[in-house]
């Protein structure tokens, strides 16, 4: 303990005496921290930098001005070097300003070595450390390199925040700008007007219980009892619907499901098997190619997400609009809610590499994501153990953890603990 951390810590337990205790019982210990000199010091954490070593205030301002002008109002995530509390408590039209600690044994790291003391003192400010995981003020600003610093108890937050970070990114690889894209969704208006609105499929399906099927590792576990499940009297099996990815796997294992769920542009023959019997039903989205909407041997319903892109097609052509961000396993899961199905267990919706491995039944990298790739991103799976993933598998786990918090009539389950831990599902066990 340094006269630093004391006198800081003198202020913080006077003004947030939880918090206080939390620093003092903090371990530094396992951090690599050094100092960084450049035209300024900066402290470098397990090889990141807290802040620039050149310009520190230049970069807390630019930081700042993400803010609107007139805001009031704030929350900052992450502490960095203390630069950004510092330049925001001399702005004096800031009326409050939340500081949220996405690691506190960090911080206790910061207040070692450095004196934080004018900012702590100011009376608009408020030490935040125990965070809301799932929802975001409407006035916020991230210290960016605290996001691969956070604490494991913030990984929820730490990918919320990456998600929104990313997000006009994101938008805009999947803008409407696409020339050929365009034509393709064009060519296949006339298809999707012969054929059915995927909301008719509740005129066939009343389903008391549905399983809906990602390519996750863990699916290589429950074959036998998918295989089981199906077999049941159809009266008394549960409804099935698998993604397009794993139709292969299924088939392969002699489980047919009831629907196949299709969204992604780049699926082609080559991810579907030659055989698939015509009793499975496709449910598609514009982008799909036309050569396996011609192809497919069964009936054929069309849907669209909620984004913009669809907003002409859908006035041309109304179809069931189904929530989708970014994953197929999205539309398949909400297209069990609209069924009005009350149950809904996911199998393979991993958002993670379980067993050093990508997908089920396929070879690494076929999909797209690679085992050999997997060395930044983690999430936490059912087990309360680090997993890898990849940082789109963070944030459409992030999408549907926000989608079944609007679904509270519907109960969620997960059948593996392997995988990612969904919030908002319960574990079911699913043997044989």
Known sequence: MTELFTANLEIINKRWPLLASALHAANIEHFDACLVNGNEQTISVNGIQLSSRHNRIAEAKLLIKQLPANCRDLTVYGVGMGDVPAVLVQHPHIKSMRIGLLNVSLFAL???????????????????????????????????????????????????????????????????????????????????????????????????????IATGPTLEQHYAYLRAQRALPEPTRPLMISVDTALKALLKEQIVPDIVVSIDQNVTRDFLPDNVPDSVKLVYFPKS????????????????????????????????????????????????VHLNSPSITLFGCDFSYPHNKTHAFWQDGKLGPSIANAKQHWVMNGHGEKVATDLNFRGYLLALEHYILTKPEVTFYNASLDGAAIDGTQYQECNV
């Open 110 to 212: 910061l207040l070692t070595y450095t004196d934080q003391r004018e900012w702590l003192s100011d009376p608009r400010l408020t030490l935040v450390h125990q965070l809301q995981q799932h929802r975001l003020p409407p006035h916020y600003i991230t210290v960016t390199p605290e996001l691969l610093l956070s604490s494991d108890d913030n990984a929820r937050l730490r990918d919320l925040l990456v998600f929104n970070n990313n997000l006009d990114f994101a938008n805009r690889s999947h803008g409407n700008d696409d020339v050929e894209l365009q034509q393709r969704m064009r060519d296949n208006l006339a298809t999707m007007q012969q054929d059915a609105d995927a909301a008719t499929l509740s005129l066939q399906y009343q389903p008391n219980q549905t399983l809906v």
């Open 289 to 336: 190619q036309q050569a396996v909407l011609q192809w497919w041997p069964g009936q054929r319903f069309a849907a669209y997400s909620h984004s913009k892109i669809y907003d002409e097609f859908h006035q041309q052509c109304p179809k069931l609009r189904l929530f989708a961000n970014g994953s197929v396993i999205h539309p398949a899961i909400d297209l069990a």
